[in-house]
């Protein structure tokens, strides 16, 4: 790890136990423990959702491509989202490392319990910063989805869905999916008011 008062480097990111989620923000290295099952299979439904009709083109436009927990350098911080997502006149091509500095056009954290105050606050900084313009965030515990747009450089709330929901939203309003898809294996929140039971077992 660096050194009290020096910016950590990349070599003190490759340092951490490989057990662990390991990033750089504002010259301090944060790690977190690899997500939950629960946290997992919502966003994997939510690229499964997103992959057919933007990325191949199966019933929407194409012209997106995905990578789920992309290791990206943005300025002085190296970040791993959960998902993000690129024009493809952005990223072109494959880079030949095994991270990129080209910012997304849309990230979307899935928020548990070790990363929830990172994400909604220095994380979504970073974003903005790096002039990302949409970012999602999920709750597979509440069950909600809130997005973002980047307008001057500042995120607007510009929706929030729950489990009753169809979603349409930017910037993938071309097409519809139901919230509730995201959680394959709990019912919906208004079958159990009490969403205690689904903070079991996050982390």
Excluded at 3 to 14: C, H, I, R, S, V
Excluded at 28 to 55: C, I, K, N, W, Y
Excluded at 66 to 79: N, R
Excluded at 139 to 158: A, M, S
Aim: glycine content about 8%; proline content about 9%.
């Amino acid at each position: 790890m660096a050194e009290q008062g020096k910016k950590a480097t990349y070599a003190d990111l490759e340092a951490v136990p490989e057990d662990l989620v390991a990033e750089i923000i504002d010259g301090v290295v944060r790690a977190h423990p690899r997500p939950s099952l629960r946290h997992g299979l919502t966003a994997t439904s939510l690229s499964d959702e997103l992959m057919a009709p933007f990325q191949k083109g199966r019933g929407g436009p194409g012209g997106w491509v995905f990578s789920v927990e992309p290791e990206l350098h943005l300025g002085e911080h190296v970040v791993v989202p959960d998902i993000a997502g690129w024009r493809r006149e952005r990223l072109p091509v494959i880079p030949e490392t095994p991270f990129t500095d080209i910012a997304p056009d849309w990230i979307c954290e899935v928020l548990s319990g070790s990363t929830e105050t990172r994400d909604r606050s220095v994380k979504k900084r970073i974003y903005a910063e790096a002039g990302i313009p949409y970012f999602w965030l999920i709750d597979p515990r509440l069950q909600l989805l809130e997005v973002f747009e980047l307008r001057d450089g500042l995120w607007t709330d510009i929706g929030t869905w729950n489990s009753d929901d169809k979603v349409r939203a930017l910037p993938f309003d071309a097409i519809s999916f139901s919230l509730a898809d995201l959680w394959p294996l709990d019912p919906p929140l208004g079958m159990n008011e009490d969403p205690t039971p689904y903070y079991a077992g996050d982390r």
